[in-house]
């Protein structure tokens, strides 16, 4: 009895205070409830031995420990905002204005940003010139979000197909764990202008994973789009014990031109339901919702209503649909679906070893930690002409119950810094993690695009000054640091983690006083900087090549 009412003591101080904010429990229900609990564990004490009536008060105890469980978890539960864009761009370049696809002026600005292009532009001089740098598209968003306080944490490609994921910077420590694939479906499954790219990533403990596909083409290839997908499905494998198929993952977002058409329909009845909104007319004859009654894959996918007009084929910089000598029949082409892991079963949880199987290790990770999907927006933005296909937008609210909420490191700069003295960094490791040589400490300016778009960065091992069971203290030389000075954090990145597992609070680099002092113009101090970056330009290619996921 010592150890139900230790129990019951400790769930009462531990929920107490998340409770007090619920209007229907008062201080003096509270302690109301608490008397009649301590009235109970008295008639438990004093109870017979009676074995039908201990299991009844035993069921009682674990309805009510239940009830108190699941509140805590719906109270602890946060909510995150996934913004979703796939759009076929057909080889053009990006508008300038961008606000409306990504609702920049939405009140609820999203916590990720993914994007899903296929048919960037990829001939041989321009696809050379991306595999080095961000491709058009990508360097646009970063420009065009980085001052909004997001970063690029990851992006893939393969030919035309970019998949690019950003975040507001406060969740970046806790993105980790992550890995990109892609998967050739062209001739042969040679040749990449159709296939897959797809990046994982645990997001505060959960598994996420983000698969765009370009699916092949035309009305009669629907079983051929169909084995694509399965295929993908089957190939693509991340180094994982856990989830190292997509399937595994807890929650996989499908994103793509998937190229599925409308069959049976002509032209006319296609184009006057389209005139006339009347889309669930059109709806029985979607080759992706046909294929779903065939296909067990594709019924554990979701997709919202297709209560927007299909956004294949237009004439380019309108809103008219292929005026063209083929009169192509528009078609949902470009489609965001999403998939929820389904839970073990009794009889498989029955089946498993806790403390060997990494997978039931999982599950019961994941039942201590719920999450849950829903989708907000699934719609079109006819604004955008630069292509044949319409962009499709759809923001999910995600919500759940974080695994973690403390960053790997903290770090600081010691000290003031400016370009006129050596300066320190200070770093603590909060919770273990696997260190490497080739971690490191950059220095970024506030509004940094990506974790190559640091000013300079130190080895922590190499670069180590001093060490003791609550801090370790890094060097940095003052020749890298920027004469003009301005508004820095720094950034710890763990090369085996393939991410930044800690970012400093924004601090004030000074203007160097010496390049004042001997009368430095400051297009001198802008060419200084520049030659500072062009001698670091080699260090950064073999930095980049350590994080190519990011």
Known sequence: MDEIRSMLNTTGRDHSDSFSSDATQSTGSRAVLRHRLNQLL???????AEKELQEKMSQSLDNAF???????????????????????VATADPPDDLSSLLHLDSVDKPDLYVLGLQEVYAAPLRFVSDTVYDD??????MSILAPLQYMKVTSVRMQGLVLVIFSKLEHVPFIKDIQATYTRTGIYHYWGNKGAVSVRLSFYGHMLCFLNCHLAA??????ERMDEFEYIMDSQKFESQTAPRIVDHRVVFWLGDLNFRIQDHDMHFIRSCIKNHDYSLLWSKDQLTMMKKEEEILREFEEGPLEFPPTYKFDVNSENYDSSG????????DRILWRVRLEASPEEKDRKDDSQDPERTRQIEEEAHPLKVTQELYTSNMKYGVSDHKPVVSVFNLQLKKMYETPLVQLRPEGEWSA???ALVVYTQLQPFPSSSWDWIGLYRVGFTSVSDYITYSWVKDDEVSSNKEAVQIYVN??????????????????????????????????????????????KLKDLDLAVAAEDAGGRAVKDSACSAM
């Open 326 to 333: 083929k009169k192509r029949k528009p078609a949902w082409t």
């Open 136 to 141: 058009p598209w990508s360097r646009h968003l």
């Open 420 to 422: 006129d003295m050596d």
């Open 478 to 523: 003052k020749e890298e640091i920027p004469v003009r000075g301005g508004d820095c954090v720094l950034c710890f990145y763990s090369s085996a983690l393939n991410c930044i597992i800690g970012i400093s609070e924004p601090f004030k680099v000074r203007e160097s006083r010496v390049a004042i002092e001997e009368g430095l113009l400051t297009d």
């Open 42 to 48: 008295t008639c438990v004490d004093d109870m017979d």
């Open 218 to 223: 035309h009305m009669q290839y629907a079983k």
């Open 66 to 88: 239940s009830a108190c469980v699941m509140r805590a978890n719906k109270l602890r539960k946060k909510r995150f905002r996934l913004h979703l864009v796939t759009w076929n």
